[in-house]
């Protein structure tokens, strides 16, 4: 078992830029989530996959965020435009499906995101 | 809209000694699961212990238990025998159909 592996583990970037996150889920796993944590915070909702398909995203999620999970492997988390407050770390975490299943999530280390 | 909420930023223990921390949460759901999450300082969050809202009896792992008052819609953890590895960030989590609520945490220390 792997686990759930994120690339890169930090990322530095001007204000404006776009920048790019990928996400390993463990393999079996057919379900994606990614979240958004800022310090001293609790992860917040951004995203979930079940397979391919984008199920649900969050209000959190603006119009510059964009997910992707094209063969239901790995995915993509792409910010455009960043700005400050975008800054925090990205979590991403996979499960099994199934609506009576208490399957837990498993996380990744995340990815540090800093704004310049 | 589904809710959890823990009311106590911070707390510390002496070693050996017990701890409870807790966690409220909202939903008119009734089939939903709960968990107690561990953040050491700068590495992934593990889970600790999960509960399924069905289940009257309380889930126990190791040191670890859970108090589960459904009507109350309370969730509290339990940690005996501290240890200081114990030290953390630990967070509630709803789970409803598929999507988690996560709580704000509580800062662990265990003290020495």
């Known amino acids: 078992d792997t686990g759930v592996s994120q690339d890169p583990r930090h990322k530095i970037t001007k204000r404006g830029q776009n920048v790019t996150f990928r996400c390993d889920p463990i393999s079996e796993h057919n379900r994606l989530y990614w979240y958004r944590q800022t310090l001293g915070q609790g992860p917040e909702f951004l995203t979930y996959?079940?397979?391919?398909?984008?199920?649900?995203k969050s209000r959190l999620l603006s119009d510059r965020f964009s997910a992707e999970r094209p063969k239901g492997s790995f995915s993509t988390l792409e910010i455009q435009r960043t700005e400050q407050g975008d800054s925090a770390m990205y979590l991403c975490?996979?499960?099994?499906?199934?609506?009576?299943?208490?399957?837990?999530?498993?996380f990744g280390d995340g990815t540090r995101l800093s704004i310049l | 809209a589904q809710t959890v909420t823990q009311s106590q930023p911070e707390m510390s223990v002496q070693e050996a000694e017990t701890v409870t921390l807790s966690c409220t949460y909202d939903?008119?759901?009734?089939?939903?699961?709960l968990f107690w999450y561990k953040q050491p300082p700068s590495r992934q969050m593990i889970l600790v212990i999960r509960?399924?809202?069905?289940?009257?009896q309380n889930a126990t792992e190791n040191r670890f238990s859970v108090n589960f008052q459904k009507a109350a819609k309370s969730f509290s953890l339990k940690i005996s025998d501290s240890q200081l590895g114990d030290t953390a960030m630990y967070f509630c989590a709803f789970r409803g159909t598929y999507k988690y609520i996560f709580g704000t945490g509580t800062r662990l220390k265990v003290l020495a």
């Open positions: 996959f079940q397979n391919e398909a984008q199920l649900e």
């Open positions: 509960q399924e809202a069905y289940k009257q």
């Open positions: 975490a996979s499960s099994l499906s199934g609506r009576n299943s208490n399957q837990p999530q498993h």
């Open positions: 939903t008119s759901e009734n089939n939903y699961y």
